[in-house]
């Protein structure tokens, strides 16, 4: 068990922070003494003494953190920098996350309208009134007023908005409507072109973490960097200094925010994984991120994100050679086997998250993201080289883009078809999730992985049949009730739900507006 010597350090770090943003330093110093505690009953004095070290660094950094954040002058204008890109809400308001000089975390911000040139990286006056911070972190309060623009990006900020901007502008043009927001998504975590209603697609489906930085998004990267850097016949430490590379280079064009952090180091773990012959390094290497990341910014530790993404990467370290072996055993194809045991092992071990997050689970994630495997290392990399074309004058880029629209098509077709479905959510929670998930895995580990998927398979079929598709539940929502189509523009910020009162004949899909806001005909009744 030697190979598994940081990871009780590394749990006591991340739990330490925890309790010290939920409940307070003297939580966390008990959770730091029950870990030293387990391991002196064990006779691990080596390993009780740097749990105790990391376990007291990780209280005392969230501690004096969330000092200096309770203490903070939270009195209007707050100057800062735009940090991340700003996202729309499904309420219609902008979310913006501002980090001001000196502060230990960043203060998130809702405004009604924002400025097209509020940028990551721009300089921010913001203005309102305070409100106390629902999400656990730091920060004890968030704004509500204004954001407006003090100065522009400046300098590699400017410049990678400039690649985003161009791309999407390529990307607008010379893709479909299935393609167009996926593309820049999947390939510089821009979803600024994706619908609320193509998002929450992606959601249901699990295939969210396509459309953003994720470490499954740095390590295709950084693997690319190092199949070129190998193909041209260079050392191991040229490899690695390829990747590195490729690394500094895509987080700096996708923008300076935690998830990008966050993304870029698991990646990196994930490339560990790769180049390495042994589960050894990957799991002392994502033990080591989770100690640096959550001693860096005490936020993470209680970011859903966060644990997502070590959850997964954790998952196909440990879990995927052991689901393989498995599969192997079946008969098919290889690929099949390996995207198979990728997909479970991610999805095994973060589906009791998602059941915490959102009180409802996936029942086709797994299978949305063996289809769309073999799509996503072509988009992101052909994607990439479109992103240096569209920079060179010429129209260079409609090549790559070309080849990988049929591509993002599929990974939007298999989303929709599969979140259409009647049950392609299910309420759980986390307890539910991991018993499920755990006769599945003891079904492909027992060595009866063909029987185990045959009985997945009828379940869910059968559920399918026999399920009713839920009906909208639009109670509560803020309306926009208009006489005609032609009168429902301009739709006023923070509507929820577009109410056309014309009659005609009835509809046979339903209607979103252009930014994907449910618009309902009371007297056009229809499926």
């Known amino acids: 068990m030697s190979e598994l010597r940081l990871v009780p350090a590394a749990l006591a770090v991340w739990a330490a922070s925890i309790a010290c943003v939920l409940a307070g330093t003297h939580a966390a110093v008990v959770v730091v003494a029950l870990f030293c505690a387990g391991s002196a009953l064990l006779r691990e004095w080596g390993q009780a003494l740097l749990t105790a070290g990391l376990g007291a660094a990780s209280v005392l950094a969230a501690h004096v953190r969330l000092r200096i954040a309770d ?233 859903y994100g966060f644990a997502l993404s070590v959850a997964a990467t954790a998952g196909i370290v440990v879990l995927h050679p052991l689901l393989y072996r498995a599969l192997a055993a079946t008969g098919w194809p290889d690929i099949i086997n390996r995207a198979l045991a990728v997909a479970i092992a991610a999805d095994v071990v973060t589906m009791p998250i998602v059941a915490l997050m959102a009180g409802q689970v996936s029942l086709v994630a797994v299978a949305a993201n063996v289809l769309v495997a073999p799509a996503v290392a072509p988009v992101t990399v052909l994607g990439l080289i479109a992103v240096i074309l569209a920079l060179l004058p010429g129209g260079l880029e409609a090549l790559p883009l070309f080849i990988i629209e049929p591509l993002a098509w599929w990974v939007h077709a298999v989303a929709t078809t599969g979140a259409a479905l009647p049950l392609a959510t299910v309420a759980a929670g986390p307890v539910a999730a991991l018993v499920a998930y755990g006769w599945v895995m003891a079904g492909i580990v027992g060595k009866r992985p063909r029987a185990t998927a045959a009985a997945v398979t009828a379940v869910l079929c059968a559920t399918q049949l026999h399920a009713a598709p839920p009906a909208p539940d639009y109670s509560g929502m803020r309306a926009h009730v208009v006489a005609t189509k032609a009168d429902v523009d301009p739709v006023p910020p923070g509507t929820e739900l577009v109410v056309v009162l014309e009659e005609g004949k009835p509809l046979k899909r339903p209607v979103v507006t252009q930014s994907g806001i449910p618009v309902l005909f009371p007297n056009r009744a229809g499926p």
Request: net charge negative.
């Open 71 to 303: 203490a903070w002058d939270y009195a209007s204008p707050l100057i800062g920098t735009v940090s991340g890109q700003p996202k729309l809400t499904a309420s219609g308001s902008w979310l913006t996350r501002i980090a001001l000089p000196g502060h230990p975390s960043t203060l998130t911000v809702f405004s009604a309208t924002l400025d097209d040139a509020i940028v990551p990286g721009a300089t921010v006056a913001a203005t309102g009134a305070l409100d106390d911070n629902k999400i656990a972190g730091v920060t004890p309060v968030v704004l509500n007023g204004e954001v407006e623009l003090v100065a522009p990006a400046t300098g590699y900020a400017a410049f990678a908005q400039h690649v985003r901007e161009t791309f999407r502008a390529a990307a607008t043009a010379r893709v479909g409507d299935a393609s167009r927001g996926l593309i820049p998504g999947m390939v510089l975590g821009d979803t600024s072109l994706q619908t609320p209603v193509e998002q929450q697609t992606y959601i249901d489906t699990g295939l969210s973490h396509l459309s953003a930085v994720s470490g499954s998004n740095v390590a295709i990267v950084t693997t690319a960097a190092v199949v070129v850097a190998t193909l041209l016949g260079l050392g191991l430490r040229v490899r690695l200094l390829a990747a590195a590379v490729a690394l500094v280079a895509f987080a700096g064009l996708v923008g300076p925010e935690p998830s990008v952090l966050r993304a870029s180091v698991t990646g990196l773990v994930g490339l560990v994984a790769v180049l390495a012959s042994t589960r050894t390094e990957p799991l002392h290497a994502l033990c080591l991120a989770v100690i640096g990341l959550v001693l860096v910014d005490t936020d993470l530790a209680v970011h």
